[in-house]
């Protein structure tokens, strides 16, 4: 077992595969004071992506333009993976999402980075063990799922796989904060948690489109501009707790006696309801709501609702 290396805010990282992701990784790591090298095969992604990245960062009026040169200066490409990863404290890889091409990546990775260098997989839904398998003390390999675009979204899904361990989700944690991201540890399993929810949802809206019921720019506009914003301000657990799990319940059995198996009542929620557990409404269901928690949360619901629904508005107003 190795203790994680304590990676300061200068540690070299090195990113392989400098597309959508790789490069959001990049950037946000490069503003957090990371040396940051990508490892880019494809040569015309290799010429643009300095361009690209200088792009992103210059869009984003919330930061300095003196940062945003500095993080740039930090920023170099190579071709070789090899090369990016020789010196790097964590590497992250952000290859396609194919095991074959990810599989040979993490065995020349394994081979040359060093051996207590940080080691984490982008994959959206592959399972993380298979590549900790590929090298040396996968104590020190973990799944960091980000979300497109990685330079702006906050969250990053810490994937703790079977071996990995806690040295490596703690110091992998700070150097994510650092970046001002917001790292949760979830259990490896396919999809981990974003990508069962999130894939989901995305199957649903291709089967309403597929059957007739609204057009695409209908479908997503009453995911964004219903649920969805919700969902910006509260998960989908405490929304529906404040919804009533009684009434979620009663929805998901219409659902299934009519649109199948897929939409079955989780025992969870059956459980809750028949307890009694109908969510704020009746003090607990998902959560427990003491006091005056239910009407705080409602509150908070309802003020942050409307600052973000005003924001997209003024935004969509200016084209
Ligand atoms: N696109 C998304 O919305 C999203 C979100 C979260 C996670 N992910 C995951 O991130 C990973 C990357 O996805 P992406 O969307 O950035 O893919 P992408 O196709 O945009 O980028 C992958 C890059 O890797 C390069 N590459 C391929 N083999 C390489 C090698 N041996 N060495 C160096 N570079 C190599 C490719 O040329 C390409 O530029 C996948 O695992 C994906 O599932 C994607």
Redesign the pocket.
């Known amino acids: 077992m190795i203790s994680a290396p304590l990676v300061n805010s200068e540690a070299p990282v090195a990113v392989?595969?400098?597309?959508?992701?790789?490069r959001g990784i990049a950037a946000s790591l490069a503003l957090a004071g990371h040396a940051v090298t990508i490892?880019?095969?494809?040569p015309t992604?290799a010429a643009g992506l300095a361009e690209r990245v200088a792009g992103a960062l210059r869009a984003d009026e919330g930061l300095d333009p003196e940062d945003v040169d500095a993080a740039l200066s930090r920023i170099s490409v190579v071709s070789m993976?090899e090369d990016a990863v020789a010196c790097a404290a964590l590497c992250i890889e952000?290859?396609?999402?194919q095991l074959s091409?990810k599989s040979d990546?993490w065995s020349r990775m394994g081979a040359s980075a060093p051996q207590d260098s940080i080691l984490a997989t982008?994959?959206?839904a592959l399972d993380v063990d298979a590549l900790a398998a590929l090298v040396p003390s996968p104590d020190r390999v973990l799944g960091t799922?980000?979300?497109?675009p990685a330079h702006v979204i906050p969250c990053v899904e810490l994937v703790r796989g079977e071996h990995t361990s806690q040295d490596v989700i703690d110091e992998t944690t700070r150097i994510l904060v650092r970046a001002g991201k917001q790292p949760v540890v979830v259990r490896n399993s396919p999809g981990f948690v974003a990508n069962r929810i999130q894939f989901a949802l995305v199957r649903e809206a291709l089967l309403c489109l597929e059957e007739g019921l609204a057009s695409a720019e209908d479908i997503d506009r009453i995911v964004s501009s219903s649920f969805g914003v919700r969902l910006a301000v509260l998960g989908p657990l405490a929304n529906a707790d404040l919804g009533g799990l009684d009434t979620y319940r009663w929805i998901l059995e219409f659902l299934t006696s009519t649109l199948g198996d897929r939409f079955a009542v989780p025992g969870l929620l059956a459980e809750r309801v028949d307890a009694g557990q109908l969510g704020t409404k009746s003090g607990v269901g998902i959560s427990s709501y003491p006091d005056d928690a239910a009407d705080r949360l409602a509150r908070y619901r309802d003020e942050t609702l409307r600052r973000v629904i005003a924001a997209v508005k003024e935004r969509s107003s200016r084209g």
Do not use: R
Not at 16 to 22: F, K, S
Not at 39 to 42: K, Y
Not at 94 to 97: I, L, Q, S, V
């Open positions: 392989i595969g400098g597309g959508i992701m790789g490892a880019e095969t494809d992604t993976l952000a290859a396609p999402e091409i990546i982008n994959t959206s799922h980000w979300f497109n």
